[in-house]
Every structure is written in C-alpha cells, then in structure tokens.
C-alpha cells in the first residue's frame, strides 16, 4: 500500500481541525444567541436579586450610560417583559456606618418602591449589619412614594417612615438615604416629574418665640433682624453659618436673643445640605429644643443623635451669633468704652437721652444720645457722645444703631472713624465726608453737633 506523503496528511490534518473550529464557533455562537439575554441580565444583577427587587421582569438593560453621573447611583438597569417596560432597577453605592454600603432597589412605572435588597455591607455585625435582614429591609416593599422615607427610632406613625434598626441609626439611615436618591432620580429622569422645593422657613416673631410687634432687617457684618415693641428693641435674630458634613455647603442658622433675660429664645435652621436621614435631624424639634432657653453665652458642642459633623457645624454657627450679639449688638456705652473717667453711670432726664458719669459723687462727665438721618432718611444713625466735664473735650463717639449699606456707610462703625472726634474741643464741628460714606458721615457728624450743643447750653449751664 502506497504511503500518504506528508503534505498531504498535514493537509488532511489541517482541514479536519478547521472543520471542528468552524462547527464549534458555530455551536457557541447559537448557543450565545439563545442565552445572551440571560448572560446580560445575570452580569448586571443577578437572578436572585432581581426576582426580589424586580419579580416581574424577564430581561434587563443597562441604561446607565444614558444619564450622569450620580453620587450614589452607580448603575441604572431599564427592565422589560414581553418587550414592555416593567420598571427601573437600581444599584447604588453609599458610606453607612463604614464604606461601601451597597443597595439595589426596584421602582415601578409609578415611581414606587417594589422592594429592595442590600446586596454589599461590612457594617458591624449584630448592629449595622442588621440593615440587611428582612425585618429592616422590608419596610420598603410595595411602599408608594409621594414622599421622601425617614427613619424614625421609634414605631413608625406613617408608610413613609421607617423603623431603625436599634443601634444603628447611621446604617439605617444610609440606606434609607439611597433609596431616597434613587426615588428621586426615577422621577425626575425617567417620570419627568418636576421636583418641588421645600420652601426655606424664615423666621418670624412667633417661630422665634420672641415678644414684639415689628421686626426689620438692620445692616451689620452678619445678617440681623432687630425686634422692638412700642419702638423699643426688645431682642434680635442673627444669621450665622458654619460647615457641616459637607465643607462646600454651610448650615446655615438663624438663632433668636432676648434682650432683658439675655437667653436663645430659638434656633432655625435656613439652610442646610445635610444627608437625608442622617445628618438632617437638625431639622427635627428636638434638636432646637435644646438651645431654647439657654444663656447666650458660648456653648460646648453637643452631638446629636448620631448626626456629629453635622450637629457641631451648627453648634459653631450659634456660637458664631452669640459672639455677634454680644460684642456688637448688646455693646454699650460705659466708662471705659467712652474713655471716661468715673465709678458710677447715672441715667438723668432730659430732651436726650443722657447718662452722667461720677467719680466719688462729683459729676465727671456725661453721655449724650443723640441721632440724625444718614443715607436713609427713615432709618437714623443713633450716636452716644462723651464729655469731660473738666476740659470739655469729646472724648469718644459709639454708633449705637445704623442701618447704612454695608461695605459703604457701615465704615462709619470703624474704630478709625470714631477716633476722628476723640479728644476735640466740645465746639460745633464742620461736618466731613469720610472715606466714600457721605451722607452717612454727614448723618453721624450732625448728631454730634446737637450732642455738642446739648452737652454746652443744658449740661453745661453755668460753667464747671
């Protein structure tokens, strides 16, 4: 029998080996098409979560590239049945008590929750990592969504909130948190809902628990509303700002003072960026209830329910309002202040406001309260004026109330404008522009004149 040569049996060989790669590829390839769907469906989520989270779906596509990127939502999966859309699944990604708190959750065409699954956790077992067992995670299944979840310690009074898990607020709250997010992004991408603002509270007379009958804005360094009764200011609301858990988003706070008892009446939070279900129980009672009353002097920073960075931006904003009102609004008038010399301060009638000032029972000087319009014809600078009685010199002026535009007529609160008038002779005074701010100047220097004439034909009657 005549031998193959041995071209031709690598010949042989080599075909026979193409033959298979050929029947293989196209053995693979069918079984791909049949099975892709799956394939998809099983890398993005697999079949055990999805048939909790998203029970009704038969396929799953991964939308995610078709949005921005989001904080916490990491991946976004459109899922389908018989070609219909069933619904969103979402896979989100958040820090709870530790990082890497992974949720997925499953909302229906209507924007509610079908149910949800914690799906990564290394919070701490027996506590946080509870959040991923069904007496927690549970409470979100089948709830509608016309509000945002909260997490309550206590037995929930509303579908809307839902029951931390003992212990471990900060978990609870974590995944509350990304579920929230994902509601929200469901509706305002997918649904098209337009998303409402919580109106910002301002605060008023009765939310500040302040007594009076007016409250107007006054200008200063930091926002201030004045409050009197019968024209007489009675206490003040300060803004004040501090970072939070978020350095590029302050709290900001609006924090109430009695003027005769010298206590916080009430704090209000204006502004805040705090996260949802976390940080954001500043915004409950309970949390303001706690400077209610208290002597308005620096306070030691307290943590709040779990809430630390969050609850010690605020308590450094309140901080911030306690110094502003102490060192500017509540200043006034006294020996050493007006560069006076004496040991007592006397309060004395006449057509101005004037304290005399006595050193050993002998009248050694006066302060006189006088005031004249500034920029706002409606809105008068208020001076204190001090006299030495012994060489008649004016010895310092105090802006006691303006409401001049701040960074122009406010330079008239610089200690280099008072220090003009410190050590003149108690003659009327040419009236000067300083430094931008002319009718204010002009205001301030016209008080001083009627100070000055006051201090010489009442005061001063008769010589010393």
């Given at each position: 029998?005549?031998?193959?040569?041995?071209?031709?049996?690598?010949?042989?060989?080599?075909g026979?080996?193409?033959?298979?790669?050929?029947?293989?590829a196209?053995?693979?390839?069918?079984?791909?098409?049949?099975?892709?769907?799956?394939?998809?469906?099983?890398?993005?989520?697999?079949?055990?979560?999805?048939?909790?989270?998203?029970?009704e779906?038969?396929?799953?596509e991964?939308v995610?590239?078709?949005?921005e990127?989001?904080?916490?939502?990491?991946e976004?999966?459109k899922?389908?049945k018989?070609?219909?859309v069933?619904?969103?699944?979402?896979?989100?990604?958040?820090?709870?008590?530790?990082?890497?708190?992974?949720t997925?959750?499953?909302?229906?065409?209507?924007g509610?929750?079908?149910?949800?699954?914690?799906?990564?956790?290394?919070?701490?077992?027996g506590?946080?990592?509870?959040?991923?067992?069904?007496?927690?995670?549970?409470?979100?299944?089948?709830?509608?969504t016309?509000?945002?979840?909260?997490?309550?310690k206590?037995?929930?009074?509303?579908?809307?909130?839902?029951?931390?898990v003992?212990?471990?607020?900060?978990?609870?709250g974590?995944?509350?948190?990304?579920?929230n997010?994902?509601?929200?992004?469901?509706k305002?991408?997918?649904?098209?809902?337009?998303?409402?603002?919580?109106?910002?509270v301002?605060?008023?007379?009765?939310?500040?628990?302040l007594?009076?009958?007016?409250?107007?804005?006054i200008a200063g360094?930091?926002?201030?509303?004045e409050?009197?009764?019968?024209?007489?200011?009675?206490?003040?609301?300060?803004?004040?700002?501090?970072?939070?858990y978020?350095?590029?988003?302050?709290?900001?706070?609006?924090?109430?003072?009695?003027n005769?008892?010298?206590t916080?009446?009430n704090?209000l939070?204006?502004?805040q960026?705090?996260?949802p279900?976390?940080?954001?129980?500043i915004?409950?009672d309970?949390?303001?209830?706690?400077?209610q009353?208290v002597?308005?002097?620096?306070?030691?920073?307290?943590?709040?329910?779990?809430?630390?960075?969050?609850?010690?931006?605020?308590?450094?904003?309140v901080?911030?309002?306690?110094?502003?009102?102490?060192?500017?609004?509540?200043v006034?008038?006294?020996?050493?202040n007006?560069?006076?010399?004496?040991?007592?301060?006397?309060e004395?009638?006449g057509?101005?406001?004037t304290?005399?000032?006595?050193?050993?029972?002998?009248?050694?000087?006066?302060?006189?309260?006088t005031?004249?319009?500034?920029y706002?014809?409606?809105k008068?600078i208020?001076?204190?004026?001090?006299?030495?009685?012994?060489?008649r010199?004016?010895k310092?002026?105090?802006i006691?109330?303006?409401?001049?535009?701040?960074?122009?007529?406010?330079v008239?609160?610089?200690d280099?404008?008072?220090e003009?008038?410190?050590?003149?002779?108690?003659?009327?005074?040419?009236?000067?522009?300083?430094?931008g701010?002319s009718?204010?100047?002009?205001?301030?220097?016209r008080a001083?004149?009627?100070?000055?004439?006051?201090?010489n034909d009442?005061?001063?009657?008769?010589?010393?």
């Amino acid at each position: 029998m005549k031998k193959k040569s041995l071209v031709s049996e690598l010949l042989t060989l080599g075909g026979t080996l193409m033959l298979i790669c050929i029947i293989v590829a196209g053995v693979v390839a069918f079984v791909y098409n049949g099975t892709k769907e799956q394939i998809a469906m099983n890398n993005a989520v697999n079949a055990e979560d999805l048939a909790v989270v998203m029970p009704e779906s038969e396929a799953i596509e991964d939308v995610t590239a078709d949005y921005e990127e989001h904080e916490i939502i990491t991946e976004i999966y459109k899922a389908t049945k018989g070609g219909d859309v069933v619904g969103y699944v979402y896979k989100m990604m958040i820090a709870g008590y530790k990082p890497d708190l992974g949720t997925l959750v499953g909302i229906d065409n209507d924007g509610n929750v079908v149910a949800a699954k914690v799906t990564q956790s290394s919070e701490t077992p027996g506590l946080g990592a509870l959040v991923s067992e069904e007496a927690f995670i549970s409470q979100f299944t089948g709830k509608e969504t016309s509000s945002s979840f909260q997490v309550v310690k206590g037995t929930p009074a509303s579908d809307t909130e839902i029951q931390a898990v003992s212990g471990a607020t900060i978990s609870s709250g974590a995944v509350t948190t990304s579920i929230n997010e994902a509601v929200k992004f469901h509706k305002e991408n997918i649904l098209g809902e337009e998303v409402v603002e919580v109106p910002v509270v301002e605060p008023t007379l009765e939310n500040m628990n302040l007594s009076g009958d007016a409250m107007n804005e006054i200008a200063g360094d930091l926002k201030t509303l004045e409050v009197t009764t019968g024209g007489e200011v009675t206490g003040y609301v300060v803004y004040a700002a501090n970072p939070g858990y978020y350095e590029e988003s302050p709290i900001r706070v609006a924090v109430g003072f009695d003027n005769e008892s010298k206590t916080i009446t009430n704090i209000l939070i204006i502004e805040q960026n705090e996260t949802p279900g976390l940080g954001d129980v500043i915004l409950e009672d309970g949390f303001a209830q706690q400077f209610q009353g208290v002597a308005a002097e620096e306070l030691e920073t307290q943590i709040y329910s779990g809430a630390s960075e969050s609850s010690k931006g605020v308590y450094k904003a309140v901080n911030q309002a306690i110094e502003y009102y102490h060192n500017v609004l509540m200043v006034e008038p006294g020996v050493e202040n007006m560069r006076l010399t004496g040991d007592e301060m006397v309060e004395i009638d006449g057509e101005y406001k004037t304290v005399e000032v006595r050193n050993q029972g002998e009248v050694s000087g006066y302060i006189v309260y006088t005031s004249n319009p500034g920029y706002y014809e409606d809105k008068p600078i208020e001076v204190a004026v001090s006299f030495d009685a012994a060489t008649r010199e004016v010895k310092n002026i105090m802006i006691v109330r303006q409401n001049e535009t701040q960074g122009l007529g406010t330079v008239i609160t610089e200690d280099a404008f008072a220090e003009m008038f410190q050590d003149q002779p108690s003659e009327e005074m040419s009236v000067q522009v300083y430094s931008g701010a002319s009718e204010s100047s002009k205001g301030v220097y016209r008080a001083v004149n009627k100070a000055i004439l006051y201090f010489n034909d009442v005061l001063m009657q008769g010589g010393n």
